[in-house]
């Protein structure tokens, strides 16, 4: 049973650009959240989707917005990319009913130049 | 709103000797707590966590955890660490309501031969 998916594992864009990232969450969860991880910090919390739906959102700008699909895959998008979105996507699935620890992805490794 | 703050970025410590990774949270409402594990260049997986009930918990390869409400803390412990236990620890906390899971900043964790 595959856990969570992420792809691309890595990611190198120019300033000013936008990025897609996608996740395909582990088979049977339902909720999917996005973190960003800066080298050497904590998963800083961007948002959960549920039931296509975005439910909670964090401290992050308008440039971060997301989807989830009927499949309960998502992606998370990012536009006018600066230097400082540089850093490691992670993808957290689980299903509603059961628990709230998450399943992590490996993440994607986004480096802004 | 709640926070997380471990209180030691790095704990280096000899095989075979005990550990204890500490963790204090903040909140204005219940909360449920985790502990998660992060090895290099890979995503987060979840090692125990506190939902309800007895206020000790633990994981499959030996760590435990005291949720101490009285003292907003839950303290990561091993009895007798290995080489294989060095990674990163994140401790965690999300409302009861499970959207939101805040992290802290981690504690590198370093066993030494």
């Known amino acids: 049973d595959a856990g969570v998916t992420q792809s691309p594992t890595h990611l190198i864009k120019t300033r000013g650009q936008q990025v897609t990232l996608r996740c395909s969450p582990k088979s049977g969860h339902d909720t999917v959240s996005w973190y960003q991880q800066a080298l050497g910090q904590g998963p800083q919390f961007i948002f959960q989707y549920y039931e296509e739906e975005e439910r909670q959102r964090g401290n992050f700008p308008d440039r971060f917005s997301g989807h989830q699909f009927p499949n309960y895959s998502s992606e998370l998008n990012v536009n006018a990319l600066l230097l400082g979105d540089s850093a490691l996507y992670l993808c957290?699935?689980?299903?509603?009913?059961?628990?709230?620890?998450?399943?992590f992805g490996s993440g994607t490794r986004l480096t802004v130049v | 709103a709640q926070s997380v703050t471990q209180l030691d970025s790095q704990v280096p410590v000899f095989e075979e000797a005990p550990v204890e990774l500490r963790c204090n949270y903040s909140?204005?409402?219940?909360?449920?707590l985790f502990w998660y594990v992060q090895y290099p260049n890979q995503g987060l997986q979840l090692l125990l966590k506190y939902l309800s009930g007895s206020t000790l918990v633990e994981s499959i390869n030996g760590f435990e955890a005291e949720f101490n409400k009285s003292q907003t803390s839950f303290h990561l412990r091993k009895p007798s660490v290995h080489i294989s236990d060095t990674a990163e620890y994140f401790c965690a906390v999300t409302n009861t309501g499970g959207f939101k899971t805040i992290f802290g900043a981690g504690t590198r964790l370093f066993v030494k031969a």
């Open positions: 957290a699935s689980r299903h509603t009913g059961q628990g709230y620890g998450y399943t």
């Open positions: 909140s204005s409402v219940s909360v449920y």
